[in-house]
């Protein structure tokens, strides 16, 4: 379990992390998202005593990540995966790892073979490709069979069929009991794979929730509705029952404050065809984006006119 209270982190006159408490638990996968410059890199660097908190308190099963007595065995953490000598192999790389934190050559092999780099381990970091090192990474946070994962953004440089393993990857080992916390900008494969959320934006905490609630709370459900267009008399009969209704620019309507069921008996009363009547919600990326607009501290301009 990891438990942060009253976290925060100064560098100057630029507070990075703003008085964050939460509370990760085992047996699920936490997923940590925020805007870029939220404070999350900062955040896994205080848990993982990378970095001093300038005040609160940060702990991994209720002590600090510099007490414990074998790190390796207790925490596993993906941050640069690249942070590695190019001239040395995968498997001495991880070999040197093992060695030092009392784990045995066996499970090297276990974890290169766990990972796909069973026939790439003798070759060396700077000649793997971006999603071997990737791997190699997540191999890493691995060796030591820890209770406590935690990776940053864990899919970068993976192809289709590594997205996929590495997402069954993450709720195997959180149905095994362990904590796990990721933080990722692939709001999709958040979506799919967390199942709570801890949301942060100009280093404050802004929802820490399941996802089931973030989404229900964010995402105010619509109805995309569509009849033939002859029928132009529908919307306003939606309107007088109550629903809010806007034309969606292909020929539709998107309606809100009424739901599906109530839609289809309207039309049915009024004897209305419906070519189409499809609930809807907001993706976890448009809840997210929504949350967090006024939290961006790095935004892109608009393009150049030409």
Known sequence: MIRAQGLTKRYGDKTAVDNLTFRLREGVVTGFLGPNGAGKTTTMRLILGLDSPTSGTV??????????????????????????????????????????????????????????????????????????????????????????????????????????????????????????????????????????????????LIADMTMADFMEEQSRQTVLVRTPPAEDTFERILQDAGGSVRPDGSGALVVSGLDSGVIGALAMAKEVPLVELTPQRLSLEEAFMKLTQSSVEYSAGEGAQR
Request: charged fraction near 20%; aromatic fraction near 2%.
């Open 59 to 204: 702990t991994v099963g209720g002590v600090p990540f510099a007490q414990l007595p074998s790190p390796m065995r207790s925490v596993g953490a993906l941050l640069e995966a690249n942070a590695v000598h190019p001239q040395r192999t995968a498997r001495n790389h991880l070999l040197c790892q093992a060695l030092s934190n009392g784990i045995s050559r066996r499970r090297v092999d276990e974890v290169l073979e766990l990972v796909g780099l069973g026939q790439a381990g003798r070759r060396k970091a700077g000649g793997l490709s971006l999603g071997m090192g990737q791997r190699m990474g997540i191999a890493l946070a691995l060796l030591g069979d820890p209770q406590v994962l935690i990776f940053d953004e864990p899919v970068n440089g993976l192809d289709p069929e590594g997205v996929l393993w590495m997402r069954h990857l993450m709720r195997d080992l959180a149905s095994e009991g362990r904590t796990v916390l990721v933080s990722s900008h692939l709001m999709s494969e958040m979506e799919l794979t967390a199942d709570h959320l801890l949301i942060i934006g100009r280093g404050q």
